[in-house]
């Protein structure tokens, strides 16, 4: 009786855990991360779930971009703690794209251009992917701090830090990229 006991009770947990587990990112975003293959186009992408987490929430400013619905699908949905862990995962997924190209330089996808140019490699697009990340961050951060303010579940308050010290991780790292070249235009 005992051992039956166990085996439901067992059952019954991780039943329970496998409809707490939910993807960070929908369906449509997922499909509009796999085709931004080049990393900037990548990044920017992801800021901008970010972006649209934050709006759901109320916590920012409605997205600037103009949206369509049939390739970004409609707002992400989910309790508010939800939100914030989805926010802090995918900033660890941009930053995880971006260490892991870091160590593979090789591994990135360089898109042939229509015009003939040269397609653009990792010396443009690799300082470019960590500027619009740490641009994100630097305007994550205060919204974050002052969430954290609001917050009275410790729960919370341990997503939004995490989310704090990844965007100070993310500002940081931009001092160590060589000093933007503007280009001169003729």
Known sequence: MKFALAILFALIVSA?????????????????????????????????????????????????KKEKLDVWGPPPTGTRIQLLN???????????????LS?????????????????????????????????GASRFEPIF????DKSTDPMEKGVIQSSIDRCDEIMASVAKLPAEVKKAKH
């Open 16 to 64: 329970t855990a496998s409809a707490q587990y939910r993807d960070y990112l929908t369906d449509q975003e997922i499909e509009v991360v796999r085709d931004a293959q080049q990393i900037d186009e990548r990044i920017d992408v992801l800021v901008h779930m970010i972006d649209r987490r934050l709006a759901v929430l109320g916590a920012g400013p409605a997205s600037s």
């Open 86 to 100: 989805d926010i802090k995962q995918i900033l660890q997924k941009a930053v995880d794209d971006i260490d892991n």
């Open 103 to 135: 160590s593979r330089p090789d591994s990135m996808v360089v898109e042939e251009t229509e015009d003939g140019k040269k397609p653009k490699g990792f010396s443009d697009l690799f300082p470019k992917a960590v500027r619009i990340l740490a641009s």
């Open 145 to 148: 701090k002052t969430e954290l």
